[in-house]
Structures are given as structure tokens and as C-alpha cells.
């Protein structure tokens, strides 16, 4: 069964600090992988998503990387806003389902 | 702890028809969030209910809905079933709205 590992749980930063979450796999049979970010009383917002023959995506001032042989994937943050502050989470699509990593909660403080 | 349930796992239906997706929520959640994961595409946010009323939904059309019971468990109901709704649906339940958002398994949709 695949297992999704974010790390660190939580994050506070200062504004514009540049900012790298964690996310780990333990199954690489993956279809895609997609980073999220979730509002309170909103849905989940997909941000990038890499399908499983890329190695990255970019979107704006996100990066997120993909590296299945080592079972990992980094999203990287540039000059951070407080607008940024949410709980992010990684998910990885397998054959019938997708796995969810536990999240970072991301705080920038002005 | 019983995590969240969804039924049934697999559904396979013929455009025009309606299908029905149902999930149970973790005790004592009262939020549930539908989305849409169409294969390939990210994950959609489609509804939200929270305490029994719809609050939020997204940019989907009104043959997409649903409801939930006083239990707090819910429905998805899609009407006029089109090709493109073979997708997973996922749904999700939380107790805060500052908690992270629990998930089901999801019912995989094929449209014939």
C-alpha cells in the first residue's frame, strides 16, 4: 500500500523567503503526482501536477519536482506572501486511488 | 476509528443516465467535500455541505449535485451521465474548518 510523507508538518516563515515542502512515496507505480493547497471552508486547490514520465512542473513562483526513483517530490515556494499561508498537501494517483500525504501547514508572517 | 466510506467503489453507466454516489463521513465530521478526478486531469473541487446546507460548489454544471442527510453523510448525483464524467469522485470529511480534510477511497465512473 503506498505511503505519503510530508515533511515538516508545519512551517512558519518570514515574507519573501524562499521555501522547499517535502513529500515522500514509498510505491513509484504512480500515475501522477499533484501538490494542493487547502483553504479552511474551501475546497482543495490543485497547484501543479506532474505526470509520471515528467520531473517537474512550474507554475508562477511554484516549482514542484518529481523523482520516482528515490520516491520523492519537493515543491519550492519563491519569494513567499502571506497570501501563501494554507495547509499543503501532495497526493499520489495509483491505479484506483489516491493517496494523500498528511500536509505542511505553511504560515508567512508579514 | 472508521475512516471515510464511500459506495460503490466502481460504477458503470451509459451516457443519459443518472448515477448516484453515496459516502459516509468520519464520526462527528459534519463537512463533506465532493471532488472530481478525471484521469490525467487534477483533482476538482465540486460541493460542499456542511450541517446539512450546500455552501460551496464549484465550476461545475447543475446536473452535478447532491445533498446531505442528518447523519451528515451525502449524496452526489449526476444527471444526463456525459463521457467525459468517467472520473474518480472523491469525498472528503473534516470536523474544523482548520483541520485537514479526511478522503474516501472514491467511486471510479465509467460512461459507456
Known amino acids: 500500500k503506498q505511503e505519503v510523507t510530508q515533511i515538516p508538518a508545519a512551517l512558519s516563515v518570514p515574507e519573501g523567503e524562499n521555501l522547499v515542502l517535502n513529500c515522500s512515496f514509498t510505491d513509484s507505480a504512480i500515475y501522477n503526482l499533484q501538490w494542493f493547497r487547502q483553504d479552511p471552508g474551501k475546497g482543495l486547490t490543485s497547484l501543479l501536477l506532474i505526470q509520471s514520465s515528467q520531473r517537474e512542473q512550474t507554475s508562477g513562483r511554484l516549482n514542484a519536482s518529481l523523482d520516482k526513483s528515490s520516491g520523492r517530490s519537493t515543491l519550492y515556494i519563491a519569494a513567499s506572501q502571506p497570501g501563501d499561508s494554507a495547509t499543503y498537501l501532495c497526493?499520489?494517483?495509483?491505479?484506483?486511488?489516491?493517496?494523500f500525504g498528511t500536509g505542511t501547514r505553511l504560515t508567512v508572517i508579514p | 476509528e472508521a475512516g471515510v466510506t464511500q459506495s460503490p467503489t466502481h460504477l458503470i453507466k451509459t451516457r443519459g443516465q443518472q448515477a448516484t454516489l453515496r459516502c459516509s463521513p468520519i464520526s462527528g465530521h459534519t463537512s463533506v467535500y465532493w471532488y472530481q478526478q478525471a484521469l490525467g486531469l487534477g483533482l476538482q473541487f465540486l460541493l460542499w455541505?456542511?450541517?446539512?446546507?450546500?455552501?460551496n460548489r464549484g465550476n461545475f454544471p447543475p446536473r452535478f449535485s447532491g445533498r446531505q442527510f442528518p447523519n451528515y453523510s451525502s449524496e452526489l448525483n449526476v444527471n444526463a451521465l456525459e463521457l467525459e464524467d468517467s472520473a474518480l469522485y472523491l469525498c472528503?470529511?473534516?470536523?474544523?474548518?482548520?483541520?485537514?480534510?479526511?478522503f474516501g477511497p472514491g467511486t471510479r465512473l465509467l460512461v459507456l
Open positions: 455541505y456542511d450541517e446539512g446546507e450546500e455552501r
Open positions: 472528503a470529511s473534516l470536523r474544523d474548518r482548520e483541520e485537514t480534510q479526511y
Open positions: 497526493a499520489l494517483e495509483g491505479a484506483n486511488n489516491l493517496f
